[in-house]
């Protein structure tokens, strides 16, 4: 069972931020958060991934609370084209056998408004 | 770099005979795994396999699919004698194994293969 609680859906203008949020109280000291998104029909895409630093990429940044308790993916300026299914995943990197497989729960739901 | 090749993209199937869905892994990864999403559902984890090893198959039905990872070749998952049921898209991804550089941890998935059982 996904190890994650995310709201089921939500609503963003185009052009404005997308903030995401994913709660994983439950988390241990060695598992990273893992963020994924699924466009309609396609295969799920990486989009990144944390142990306990805010990270950013050139899709996303990722915030990730000092008690690592709950994070969240921050689009800065949402598109059309994000509209998606967006995963948080909680999962330990440096192991192998079981662990090393990602669990995906119900995620939410984006949708970009024009 | 080639992205995950499943194919065929598209299968249909009559009930009770068998759907083969082949993965090629992106180059220099060694593990391979399995997703299952029916209709209007989430991603379901089938199985995951090493080159000639299946190291987790906790998710796998018990009877009519198994999965494979030869050491030459894509991996193939099996549906023998489908039914309605079985129809949905099948995910595969890859990963290098670790330590590997700068990998990080992430899958790499594939556009999947869309069964239908009629």
């Known amino acids: 069972d996904a190890k994650t609680t995310q709201p089921p859906s939500m609503d963003c203008a185009e052009g404005r931020a997308a903030n995401l949020p994913c709660n994983h109280s439950?988390?241990?000291?060695?598992?990273?958060v893992y963020w994924y998104r699924q466009i309609h029909s396609q295969g799920p895409q990486y989009i990144i991934h944390?142990?306990?630093n805010n990270e950013t990429n050139e899709m996303a940044s990722l915030i990730i609370t000092e008690d690592r308790k709950s994070s969240t993916l921050i689009l800065p300026h949402a598109t059309l084209r994000d509209t998606a299914v967006y995963y948080c995943?909680?999962?330990?990197?440096?192991?192998?056998?079981?662990?090393?497989?990602?669990?995906f729960g119900k995620g939410t739901l984006l949708t970009v408004n024009p | 770099n080639a992205g995950v090749m499943q194919n065929p993209r598209h299968l249909v199937r009559r009930r009770g005979q068998e759907a083969r869905l082949r993965c090629s892994p992106m180059?220099?990864?060694?593990?391979v795994y399995w997703y299952r999403q029916l209709p209007e559902e989430g991603l379901k984890f089938m199985v995951y396999?090493?080159?000639?090893?299946?190291?987790?198959e906790s998710g796998m039905p018990k009877e009519r699919f198994s999965a494979e990872f030869p050491k030459e070749g894509p991996s193939i998952l099996r549906i023998q004698q489908v039914v309605r049921g079985d129809s949905a898209a099948y995910f595969c991804?890859?990963?290098?194994?670790?330590?590997?550089?700068?990998?990080?941890?992430?899958?790499?998935f594939g556009e999947g293969s869309r069964l239908t059982v009629l």
């Open positions: 944390g142990l306990k």
């Open positions: 991804a890859s990963s290098p194994a670790l330590p590997a550089g700068t990998y990080t941890g992430e899958l790499f």
């Open positions: 180059k220099g990864h060694s593990h």
């Open positions: 995943i909680v999962r330990v990197v440096n192991s192998g056998g079981s662990n090393y497989k990602l669990t």
């Open positions: 439950t988390i241990s000291g060695n598992e990273y």
């Open positions: 396999l090493q080159k000639e090893n299946i190291i987790d």
